[in-house]
């Protein structure tokens, strides 16, 4: 049982270059997160998906897209990467959207753009 | 609309001293309080919760926290701190049924021999 896990751990990218990180969760939860951490800032909602097939922005998602290709694996890609997108982003997942249980986060994904 | 403050971004603390984190919030609903704790270079871990009931919510580890609901407080506690226990602690709180968490900024704990 590993969890949340994502890759890669670190990428460095051109301003205009497009990537995407992965992340897949094996606890069979329902709801899965991407955040953002900025110093400073905590930790900043960038989009979500409360259930596979669905996905919603939150509160900083311009310049995101994300997919939720099925129920273990959560995707976030960026189309034209811009320095202000320099940042460590993590993947979380919990058990269920109406339930507050603990959100699980993964090790975490450190991207410069340079 | 929720938020979150936390009222120190650095706490620096000798060891075996005792600590409190604060954490105030806003809200307009019912609240979902919870502690995460970083380590460096980790993920985010759940240091305890509070879901309803008992106001004293106590971690395995020795920390404690209180929710007030008079004074909107959640703040973070620990009698006697450990060199590991340095690290990041961010408060959070539930936004909605939806799961989703609003991040206070975060403070570094800093526990010096």
């Known amino acids: 049982n590993a969890g949340v896990t994502q890759t890669p751990k670190f990428q460095v990218l051109k301003t205009g270059q497009s990537m995407t990180l992965q992340c897949a969760q094996d606890?069979?939860?329902?709801?899965m997160y991407w955040y953002r951490q900025d110093p400073g800032m905590g930790l900043r909602l960038i989009y979500y998906s409360a259930s596979e097939g669905t996905t919603d922005k939150g509160e900083v998602p311009n310049g995101y897209n994300v997919s939720r290709l099925n129920k273990r694996e959560f995707s976030l890609r960026l189309e034209s990467a811009a320095p202000s997108q320099t940042s460590v982003y993590f993947c979380?997942?919990?058990?269920?959207?109406?339930?507050?249980?603990?959100?699980?986060f993964g090790p975490g994904t450190r991207l410069t753009v340079l | 609309a929720q938020s979150v403050t936390q009222l120190d971004s650095q706490v620096p603390v000798f060891e075996e001293a005792p600590v409190e984190l604060r954490c105030n919030y806003s809200s307009s609903v019912s609240v979902y309080l919870f502690w995460y704790v970083q380590y460096p270079n980790q993920g985010l871990q759940l240091l305890l919760k509070?879901?309803?009931?008992?106001?004293l919510v106590e971690s395995i580890n020795g920390f404690e926290a209180e929710f007030n609901k008079s004074q909107t407080s959640f703040h973070l506690r620990k009698p006697s701190v450990h060199i590991s226990d340095t690290a990041e602690y961010f408060c959070a709180v539930g936004a909605s049924n939806t799961g989703k968490l609003i991040f206070g900024q975060g403070t570094t704990l800093q526990v010096k021999p």
């Open positions: 979380a997942s919990l058990a269920s959207g109406g339930s507050y249980n603990e959100q699980f």
């Open positions: 509070y879901l309803s009931g008992s106001t």
């Open positions: 606890m069979n939860h329902n709801s």
